[in-house]
């Protein structure tokens, strides 16, 4: 069947009906879309917990003690928070709006990490006293910002500080953040590193715990992680020899790969443990060090799979000889990652599963620019206006960059669980779009 490679890449809880409807979590798609409206976003609950448990396996099983926190970025929303929470994670935010968001779960602050490369005095006053675990320090700046603030509120903090390890990851150049050549991180090369701990130690206020980075993502290759933590281990010892600064946690960011394409080759989360965990433990040991506590940062690789994107098709408009474009009602508004970072995806006619795929098309969105593309040049059964199409893998950075381009409402979020579905975002109205507009 054409559609049984695909299915791998939906939720879990996929599968094919004998008339080729797509169902997840025993509900049928193209039922839910036709009740909700579509551009629907589908999220599934088992998938979410499933691969959230598989992570924190992964890596307990391989390191005594190790926390995994969700990179909100990815997509930030109360009641996926709440799911996460239960399965143990702790959250990675990078705004005061995330931290609200957090908080707005009900959700103690105290395993949640406060990133980010400029964050304001606002924002720190928020995170100190709010009671946020961590603040990741990413610049000198924000260090004396940092000491300022408690100061004034006479309080302490504890920190990590996000380090440049100057390598590679060869991913995509405008999700690559680990080199030196990038607006995060305090660069370990040109002695920037060393200094801000320094200064850090001196502190009445600032409790240095440790070090991070973050290399970028989608990382499919190991290598990289190896070499950022020799880097990061090497610094840690130099910084205990010559300052006393002893690194009691670490974390090596996220940045694990998802599978968006039939054909994408993925490490599992085990085998990232191993890589991560087993380098750690190496240079412990050869370095004199002791084991630092783990902090990891997967999003993607926890959320994408977990959701899709349902549209429904307009035009279709054949060039002969040329394309054939199949516009959908949604599109860059929603799912900016094709535009911007070429990002490829696969994609299906959600009531024709089984039907064999005979035409080369390519999906565009209703935005008013040409580059409003979700799929090029994809292969599906012969199209018709009106057919109802998913996009699998969309869970993460879709929704979390979505605008009101072209005045367009953002779509509805549900998720789903074992036959049933509740809204965990509502679609929203003109009159929400209109309300920020100030009439004299």
Request: hydrophobic residues 40%; charged residues 25%; glycine residues 8%.
């Amino acid at each position: 069947m054409p559609g049984s490679d695909i299915i791998d890449i939906f939720p879990m809880g996929a599968n094919i009906t004998p008339t080729g409807h797509l169902t997840i979590s025993n509900i049928d798609i193209a039922e839910l879309a036709e009740e909700r409206g579509t551009p629907l976003y589908v999220f599934d609950e088992p998938t979410i917990r499933t691969i959230a448990q598989r992570f924190n396996r992964a890596f307990s099983d391989r390191y005594e003690d190790v926390q995994v926190i969700y990179a909100c970025k990815a997509w930030s929303n109360v009641a996926i928070l709440q799911i996460l929470e239960e399965e143990g994670l702790g959250f990675d935010v990078v705004s005061g709006e995330e931290i609200s968001t957090v908080e707005a779960a009900n959700i103690n602050l105290n395993k949640t990490f406060f990133h980010g490369n400029n964050k304001s005095r606002s924002e720190l006053v928020q995170a100190i006293t709010s009671g946020v675990g961590r603040i990741v320090v990413d610049n000198n700046y924000e260090l004396d910002l940092l000491e300022e603030i408690l100061n004034e509120k006479n309080m302490t903090q504890e920190v990590l500080f996000r380090v440049s390890p100057g390598v590679d990851p060869h991913t995509h150049s405008k999700t690559t953040t680990g080199v030196l050549d990038s607006k995060f991180g305090i660069p370990i090369e040109t002695g920037e590193a060393e200094k801000i701990i320094e200064k850090a130690m001196r502190s009445n206020r600032i409790i240095p715990k440790g070090l991070h980075f973050h290399l970028g993502s989608p990382i499919f290759e190991l290598e990289p992680y190896k070499k950022a933590i020799k880097v990061a281990f090497d610094f840690a010892s130099k910084m205990k020899q010559t300052n006393g600064f002893i690194m009691e946690e670490f974390s090596p960011g996220g940045g694990f790969a998802s599978k968006y394409l039939i054909a994408d080759k993925v490490p599992d989360p085990e085998v990232y443990a191993g890589t991560i965990c087993d380098q750690i433990k190496k240079l412990c040991k050869s370095l004199d060090l002791e084991l630092p506590k783990l902090t990891i940062e997967p999003g993607r690789s926890i959320i994408s799979r977990a959701g899709i994107a349902v549209y429904r098709t307009g035009v279709i408009k054949e060039i002969p000889g040329i394309r054939t474009y199949v516009s959908v009602d949604g599109g860059m508004g929603d799912n900016i990652r094709p535009a911007i970072y070429d990002a490829k995806y696969e994609a299906a006619l959600i009531t024709r599963m089984n039907d064999q795929e005979t035409k080369m098309v390519t999906i565009s969105g209703k935005y008013c620019e040409s580059g409003d593309i979700l799929v090029k040049d994809y292969s599906l059964p012969e199209p018709n206006p009106g057919e109802l199409l998913a996009i699998p893998a969309s869970g993460a950075y879709a929704l979390a960059m979505a605008s009101n381009y072209n005045a367009s409402r953002k779509p509805e979020a549900v998720l789903l669980n074992d036959g049933g579905f509740r809204i965990i975002r509502r679609r929203e109205t003109i009159e929400d779009i209109l309300k920020f507009d100030v009439v004299q």
